[in-house]
């Protein structure tokens, strides 16, 4: 398995105007997460995670400094550009999946191996893998509504890394979950890393992804403290 950096970050800011006052969301962060490891992002209610996490999708852009995934630069990139980098490298999850409701799980997981050019049965395929490797084979011909929360997070897990992504961005993953499914989610993110070579940055608030990651950094005030 590589080795190295699969985020760095350097000196980001991301500030906000709200009114006359100025929101600094993210405050000068340095953040580096090597390929293979699970950093765990914890921190109360608007510390800056969600801003932080927005910056290493490339769903947003810092005010200042440098945000480098997967080997590419993210500032100075167009909108276009980055959905292109999130496309083949990055894959993010939500608290609330976002998967397509009409769509079963197989499908979930097809549609952006379509966007990237596979075939439909080459992508009817991977997808399946995907599904295998999240633990969740036997599922695949399940609408969304006919899954646990458990099990609909981890569809979006194979989504996310399909096509072979290689970074993991994950907010509030297990923020509709119970602490059992919770656990086993985190595990699998864990495995995900340390098996497969993901690299994954978790938000969370809960005790159980703290416990299961590689490295925990406590966000405060849009700075990060060493946990
Ligand atoms: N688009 C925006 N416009 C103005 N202020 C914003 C915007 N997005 C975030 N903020 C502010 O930036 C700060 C950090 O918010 P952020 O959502 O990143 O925190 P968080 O740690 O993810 O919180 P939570 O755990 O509740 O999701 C907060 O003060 C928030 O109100």
Not at 13 to 21: A, D
Not at 38 to 55: D, W
Not at 137 to 166: F, H, K, N, T, Y
Request: hydrophobic fraction near 45%; proline fraction near 2%.
């Amino acid at each position: 398995m590589s080795s190295g950096a699969a985020i760095e970050v350097g000196g980001a800011r991301r500030t906000f105007q709200s009114g006359i006052e100025t929101i600094r969301a993210v405050d000068g962060v340095d953040l580096r997460v090597e390929v293979g490891t699970m950093t765990c992002l914890y921190g109360a209610s608007g510390s800056g995670k969600t801003t932080l996490l927005n910056l290493i999708a490339g769903l947003d852009i810092a005010d200042q400094g440098t945000v480098r995934v997967a080997g590419r630069d993210l500032s100075g990139t167009s909108e276009a550009e980055r959905a292109r980098i999130r496309l083949h490298h990055i894959g993010v999850v939500f608290q609330e999946n976002n998967l397509v409701h009409e769509f079963t799980a197989l499908e979930n997981v097809v549609v952006p191996l379509l966007a990237r050019g596979a075939s439909l049965s080459e992508a009817r395929d991977e997808a399946a893998d995907q599904l295998a490797r999240v633990g969740i084979a036997e599922l695949a011909d399940r609408l969304p509504r006919e899954m646990s929360g458990g099990q609909r997070q981890r569809v979006g897990i194979a989504r996310a890394l399909a096509g072979g992504r290689e970074v993991l961005v994950a907010d509030e993953p297990t923020g509709a979950l119970d602490s059992a499914n919770s656990g086993a989610l985190f595990e699998l993110v864990a495995s995900l890393c340390h098996d497969v070579g993901v690299a994954a940055v978790v938000a969370t608030h809960d005790p159980l992804g703290r416990d299961r990651a590689d490295v925990v950094w406590t966000m405060v005030d849009g700075q990060l403290d060493p946990t």
